[in-house]
Nanobody
């Protein structure tokens, strides 16, 4: 059974930086796609960034390219999202999510509905 626990997040002013982390607990050694999905009030969920744990393939939504960086630490079983130059439109609940897959390319086109496992979410608020 795969469990995800987020940490980090918080409040920051425009232009600031935050890091959110996701501890992935799973005793199965199966490649998976881990992503960060965000949802702002009144808006649809959107996949912000993903990483394929079997090969480090990454994907970024156009709105965060050049500002966000997703990475994994295999020793710590964590996937982190470093967020820089934050904007008010980045304000949302950020969820760590995952699904099992043997195909790296699937991770690059992963809509929120594709993810089977979800964390509880962590709030990121960017004030102007």
């Amino acid at each position: 059974h795969l469990q995800l626990v987020e940490s980090g997040g918080g409040s920051v002013q425009t232009g600031g930086s935050l890091t959110v982390s996701c501890e992935v607990s799973d005793d199965r050694h199966i490649p998976r796609c881990v992503g960060w999905i965000r949802q702002a009030p009144g808006k649809e969920r959107e996949t912000v960034a993903t990483i394929y744990t079997g090969g480090n393939t990454t994907y970024y939504d156009d709105s965060v390219k050049g500002r966000f960086a997703i990475s994994q630490d295999n020793a710590e079983n964590t996937v982190s999202l470093q967020m820089h130059n934050l904007k008010p439109e980045d304000t949302a609940m950020y969820y760590c999510a995952a699904f099992l897959s043997s195909l790296p390319w699937v991770c690059t086109v992963a809509l929120p509905e594709k993810f089977d496992y979800w964390g509880q979410g962590t709030q990121v608020t960017v004030s102007s």
